[in-house]
C-alpha cells in the first residue's frame, strides 16, 4: 500500500486550505478531497459494460484534470441505490492520498446538543406488515429475498457538525469503511460501512459481501453463542448464499482467477455480527476499472434483494420513502482504474439539525417480521452511539 501511494503524489495543499469536499478512509487508503474541479451526474445504469458513459464521463473529467496541472487526478463521490438515478460525482480541486490513521477506540459520545424529536418512517407496525407482505410475495414464487429498510429522523436543538460525528464514528468503529461526501441537496452522508463492495488496484479485486446479520450482546460467553447461532442459521446462511451466487456469477467471467471460500466466516462490529465472505481474484483484462466493477456489481442482493430487478419492485411498493444515496456506494477512482467502493450502510444524513439514520434488514421467506424489525434496532445503534442518543426510540 506504501508503494501506491508514493507512486500517486498530490498536489500541495497549504495550511489554510478548506474544509474537505469529501473524506473516505478505509483499512488501505485515506482520501482527503477539496474543492471541486468538475461534477459528474452522470447515472450508473449500465456502467459496468466496456462502452460504459458513465465511465466515458469519468475519463473525460480527469483528463481535463490533468490538462489544468494535477498530477494524479482522481475522481469521488457516492451513487445512489437506483443506479437510474443521477450519481453525485466529482473530480476535486486537490486532494491528498495517504496510509489511513490508526484509530483508537474512544469513550462513549454524550450528545451536547439534545433531540427535540424523533420519528421511524415506517412505524414498527408498518414494516412488520411489509416484511408480512414480502414473505406473502416470496411464497406465491415471485422473488426470494427482499431487503427492507426504514428510516429514523431526528431534529436536534442546534446545527449538526458532521465532520465530528464522522471522527466519532473513526474511533468508536476503527475497521470498516468511514465516508463524508457531500450529496445535492447540500447535506452530508456520512457513515461507517463494514462492508466493501469492491476494491481494484492493478489486476487484483477483493469484495467482502455481508448477509445474515445479529446483535451483539455484553456478555462475553453469550456474545459467542450469539456468533455461533449466526453461523449456523439455515435462514441466514440462504440469505448469504443469494448473495455470494450472484457475485460469483458477475465476477467470473472476468477474472483469471477468482477465489471465494466455500462457507461464509463470522465478521464483528462493535454491534453486530456478520456472515461474511472475502472474496478476492485477478481480472483477465486489467484495464477495467474499479467504478466499471462496482457499476456492475450495484446494487447486489445485501441491499436489494434476488432476484433483482424482482426485489426492486417489491422494495419501491412496499418502502414509503426513495432510498436516495441510502444503500447507494461511497468511493473514489483514479486515471489507471484503481480505487475503492464501500456500501452505503451504518450511515445516515445531516442537513443542519435534521439528521436522518438508515437500517435495513435482508426478508427471505423464513422471516419473523418482528425479529427483522429488530435486526434494524440493532443495525441503527452504531450511528445513535456516534450522536450520544441512548434513550429508546418512541415508535
Same mark, same amino acid.
Given at each position: ?42 447515472? $450508473? !445504469?449500465?456502467?459496468?459494460? &466496456? ?5 466515458? %464521463?469519468?475519463? +473525460?473529467? @480527469?483528463? *481535463? ?64 406488515? $411489509? !416484511?408480512?407482505?414480502?414473505? &406473502? ?5 415471485? %422473488?426470494?429475498? +427482499?431487503? @427492507?429498510? *426504514? ?65 451483539? !450482546? ?178
Amino acid at each position: 500500500m506504501d508503494a501506491i501511494v508514493a507512486e500517486r503524489p498530490s498536489r500541495e495543499i497549504s495550511a489554510q486550505a478548506e474544509t474537505p469536499s469529501f473524506l473516505f478512509s478505509s483499512p488501505h487508503f485515506a482520501i482527503e478531497a477539496y474543492g471541486v474541479f468538475e461534477r459528474i451526474r452522470t447515472p $450508473a !445504469v449500465g456502467g459496468g459494460g &466496456a462502452d460504459s458513459v458513465l465511465q466515458a %464521463a469519468v475519463d +473525460a473529467a @480527469l483528463a *481535463r484534470a490533468r490538462r489544468a496541472g494535477q498530477d494524479h487526478p482522481i475522481v469521488v463521490g457516492a451513487i445512489p441505490f437506483d443506479s437510474r438515478q443521477p450519481s453525485f460525482l466529482f473530480a476535486p480541486k486537490t486532494h491528498r492520498i495517504s496510509a489511513p490513521r490508526m484509530a483508537t477506540s474512544a469513550p462513549e459520545a454524550k450528545a451536547s446538543v439534545p433531540a427535540l424529536w424523533y420519528r421511524s418512517v415506517p412505524g414498527q407496525s408498518g414494516f412488520e406488515e $411489509a !416484511v408480512a407482505q414480502a414473505v &406473502a410475495n416470496f411464497r406465491d414464487g415471485h %422473488a426470494r429475498k +427482499a431487503v @427492507l429498510s *426504514r428510516i429514523l429522523e431526528i431534529e436536534f436543538a442546534e446545527r449538526v457538525d458532521a465532520v465530528a460525528i464522522l471522527e466519532i464514528l473513526r474511533r468508536q468503529n476503527p475497521a470498516g469503511y468511514h465516508f463524508h461526501a457531500p450529496l445535492p441537496d447540500g447535506g452530508v452522508l456520512l457513515g461507517a460501512s463494514p462492508e466493501l463492495l469492491i476494491r481494484k488496484i492493478g489486476g487484483s479485486i477483493r469484495s467482502n459481501p455481508l448477509a445474515g446479520s445479529a446483535k451483539r !450482546v455484553a456478555e462475553p460467553e453469550e456474545d459467542a453463542r450469539v456468533g455461533r447461532r449466526l453461523l449456523q442459521s439455515s435462514k441466514d446462511n440462504f440469505e448469504h448464499r443469494l448473495v455470494i451466487d450472484e457475485i460469483r456469477r458477475l465476477l467470473e467471467p472476468l477474472c483469471a482467477e477468482l477465489r471465494i471460500p466455500d462457507e461464509p466466516a463470522l465478521m464483528n462490529t462493535p454491534t453486530m455480527w456478520h456472515l461474511s465472505t472475502a472474496i478476492s481474484g485477478e481480472l483477465a483484462d486489467g484495464r477495467l476499472s474499479a467504478l466499471q466493477l462496482a457499476s456492475l456489481l450495484h446494487p447486489t442482493p445485501a441491499i436489494c434483494g434476488s432476484p433483482t430487478a424482482q426485489a426492486r419492485m417489491l422494495i419501491e411498493r412496499l418502502e414509503p420513502f426513495d432510498r436516495g444515496f441510502f444503500a447507494g456506494i461511497v468511493g473514489w477512482c483514479d486515471e489507471s482504474g484503481d480505487g475503492e467502493w464501500a456500501i452505503a450502510i451504518r450511515c445516515g444524513t445531516v442537513n443542519e439539525m435534521v439528521v436522518r439514520l438508515f437500517a435495513g434488514a435482508g426478508i427471505v421467506e423464513a422471516s419473523d417480521p418482528r425479529a427483522e424489525w429488530a435486526e434494524t434496532e440493532a443495525k441503527l445503534a452504531t450511528m445513535l452511539r456516534a450522536f450520544g442518543v441512548e434513550r429508546e426510540i418512541a415508535q
